[in-house]
């Protein structure tokens, strides 16, 4: 089964940028949508993204026009460029693989975004 690794958090100001990666273990051509989701403290995880394999993308009205979705099916990569970084972007955030037929669904381990105001 294929695995997903995040990287690319960290602490930065409100108003930065940040970049985070997520490297899956196997290909993820057969994965027809990879996301992200976020868990800010006390609260449920949410979604943030996500991306087909075609390259369709749909986001969160919280981070549209701030954040953007990206894969690299060759690389096996998804990425989030996250721009203008508002407090309340602070949470863990986790890359997600989901596929209907045959069913699957992956997580990473999370990565920590933390936005000081």
């Known amino acids: 089964q294929v695995q997903l690794v995040e990287s690319g958090g960290g602490l930065v100001q409100a108003g930065g940028s940040l970049r985070l990666s997520c490297a899956a273990s196997?290909?993820?051509?057969?994965?027809?949508?990879m996301g992200w989701y976020r868990q800010a403290p006390g609260k449920q995880r949410e979604w943030v993204a996500t991306i087909t394999t075609g390259g369709t993308t749909n986001y969160a009205d919280s981070v549209k026009g701030r954040f953007t979705i990206s894969r690299d099916n060759a690389k096996n990569m998804v990425y989030l460029q996250m721009n203008s970084l508002k407090f309340e972007d602070t949470a863990v955030y986790y890359c997600n693989g989901r596929r209907a037929f045959p069913y699957l669904e992956v997580w990473g381990q999370g990565t920590l975004v933390t936005v000081s105001s």
């Open positions: 196997g290909s993820i051509l057969s994965i027809n949508v």
